[in-house]
């Protein structure tokens, strides 16, 4: 079985290096496998960034399959009920930002992010696709004024704030004024991120 410690070592490595910049050797190391181990599981440095991207997406589909599913299914109930299932998938996300793991994987992930690989169509498909294919379909449900690519870039749109608490951790953190995103910090982000969403969904269709 492949250790939990080595893919977690391996997704701090490529975030922080990049794939050219990490070294095996050093992610051997580091997690105490030997390189022989990695070569064995993976074939190589290309098979480990691969298994890596796998991990971060089977721990975020861990964290938000079940919460996402409930949602979705929640939300039929009528406009209102999708609202508010949107508003608690999207507070969800904001936890999951908050999380201190987030932290590497969000680095893994923004590499990705400005120049795709293989691993970025894994993350996509496996992690991130599921959570905005429920942001639409609750968008839908709410707004049923929105044409589907409108939907679709609300869905982003909303997506991106939830983002930009592990994402933009730094910008967030200047402005106001903190350190750090303590528990009281989180809870006010969060609270405006439904505030957000509740004004945005409670439109009503022209």
Known sequence: MVSATLLDTAIDQFGRLGFEGASTREIARASGTAMSSITYHFGGKQGLYLAAAEHIAAQIRALQGE?????????????????????????????????????????????????????????????????????????IRARADLARRDAVAMAILLFGQAMVLRAGRAAVCRALGVDQIDEETGALLRNRLRANVLCILSEKPQ
């Open 67 to 139: 919460p996402v599913a409930r949602a979705v299914a929640a939300g039929q109930q009528s406009r209102e009920a999708a609202i508010e299932a949107l508003a608690n998938v999207l507070d969800g996300l904001a936890q999951m930002m908050l999380r201190p793991e987030t932290e590497s994987w969000s680095r893994f992930i923004i590499r990705e992010q400005q120049s795709p690989t293989e691993a970025f169509e894994l993350l996509f498909t496996r992690a991130m696709q599921p959570i905005l294919d429920a942001f639409i379909v609750l968008i």
